[in-house]
């Protein structure tokens, strides 16, 4: 029975891959301004200090938001039906929004300056019922405000992210607080307007 060589091309070919694609993390995360300007974009800059402003929510972290659920594509829509930039269900936009006169629909979720007034007010909806606390929030925001609950009672005034047991949810959490901080640091001064906290 032959064994085959270690350095195979095929070996090769999986280990060189996963070489590169470690080191474009890397850069994204410690590399130049530029390049992780280029992971961290920030468009849409006035809709969302206008939303900040408006429900009184971190900017950078609005722009966290935008960027871990949409990569600031307003066309996305999930395969659960989440629309637009911040990734708002027609159905939480309708709970959001419980005046007749400003029930959105689909087609206004499409909007940037719409759809990160919705996701916004959302977002602020889910610190007020949190207290302010941004990692319970997230994970309201991601996994839902049912399950959020049971989180933050498990962790009985400890770290809520600690106690999420959906995978996808404690990642969600801890990526957009990452790019949160990543935005505040690239972008010190994007939002004059907006009193940072």
Same mark, same amino acid.
């Given at each position: 029975m032959s064994r085959e060589h270690p350095f195979a091309p095929h070996r090769v070919a999986i280990v060189a %891959?996963?070489? #590169?694609? +470690? +080191?474009v993390a890397l850069l994204a #995360?410690? /590399?130049?301004?530029?390049?992780?300007?280029?992971?961290?974009?920030l468009r849409y $800059? !006035?809709?969302i200090a206008q939303a900040a402003v408006s429900e009184d929510v971190d900017p950078y972290l609005i722009a966290a938001v935008v960027n871990v659920e949409s990569g600031f594509d307003p066309s996305r829509v999930s395969k659960a039906g989440a629309v637009g930039l911040m990734q708002v269900l027609p159905a @939480?936009? !309708?709970e959001v929004f419980t005046d007749a006169a400003a029930k959105p %629909? %689909?087609?206004r979720l499409h909007e940037p300056a719409y759809n990160i007034a919705v996701g916004t007010r959302y977002l602020h909806q889910l610190l007020? $019922?949190?207290? /302010? !606390?941004?990692g +319970?929030?997230?994970?309201?925001? *991601? /996994? /839902? +405000? @049912? *399950?959020a609950d049971r989180w933050v009672a498990a962790a009985k005034g400890g770290d809520v992210k600690a106690s999420v047991d959906f995978p996808v949810t404690k $990642?969600? #959490?801890? !990526? #957009?607080? $990452?790019?949160r901080d990543s935005y505040r640091r690239l972008y010190p001064d994007a939002f004059p307007e907006v009193s940072q906290k």
């Open positions: %891959t996963v070489a #590169v694609l +470690a +080191a #995360v410690y /590399g130049p301004a530029w390049w992780q300007k280029a992971y961290h974009p $800059r !006035d809709q @939480t936009a !309708d %629909t %689909t087609e007020s $019922r949190y207290h /302010g !606390d941004e +319970a929030a997230l994970a309201a925001y *991601n /996994g /839902g +405000a @049912t *399950n $990642r969600y #959490v801890t !990526d #957009v607080l $990452r790019q």
